[in-house]
Nanobody
Framework: QVQLAESGGGLVQIGGSLRLSCVAS????????MNWYRQAPGKEREFVARINPTADTTNYEASVKGRFTITRDDRKNALYLQMDNLKSEATAVYYC????????WGQGTQVTVSS
C-alpha cells in the first residue's frame, strides 16, 4: 500500500522559515521523481518544486525560486522542502507527490503565513 505522509506545516510569520517532510512507503522511492504541490484557498493545485530520481536536477515554480529548496534522502525514503523568506501567498496546503499528477499523493500539510 502506497503511503506519502507529509509533516512540518504550521503557522509562521512573513519572512520566516519552515521545513516540510514527506516519508514514503509502498513503492520504490529512489526510482521516482518527486514533487511538491500546493493548493491555496479557492485556487487550483499548483506545482511548487520537483527533484529527479538522481537528485541532480531540481525545478521550481518561478515565485519560489531562490527561497525554496527541495531535497531527498533515499536512505530514509524521504522528501523535504525547505521554505525560507516566506510570503503570505505561500499560505496553502502542501502536497507530496510521486510520479506526477497521475501518480501518488499525500494527504497534505497546512502552511499558514501571517503578518
Amino acid at each position: 500500500q502506497v503511503q506519502l505522509a507529509e509533516s512540518g506545516g504550521g503557522l509562521v510569520q512573513i519572512g520566516g522559515s519552515l521545513r516540510l517532510s514527506c516519508v514514503a512507503s509502498g513503492f520504490v522511492f529512489r526510482k521516482y521523481a518527486m514533487n511538491w504541490y500546493r493548493q491555496a484557498p479557492g485556487k487550483e493545485r499548483e506545482f511548487v518544486a520537483r527533484i529527479n530520481p538522481t537528485a541532480d536536477t531540481t525545478n521550481y515554480e518561478a515565485s519560489v525560486k531562490g527561497r525554496f529548496t527541495i531535497t531527498r534522502d533515499d536512505r530514509k525514503n524521504a522528501l523535504y522542502l525547505q521554505m525560507d523568506n516566506l510570503k503570505s501567498e505561500a499560505t496553502a496546503v502542501y502536497y507530496c507527490n510521486a510520479g506526477g499528477t497521475a501518480g501518488y499523493w499525500g494527504q497534505g500539510t497546512q502552511v499558514t503565513v501571517s503578518s
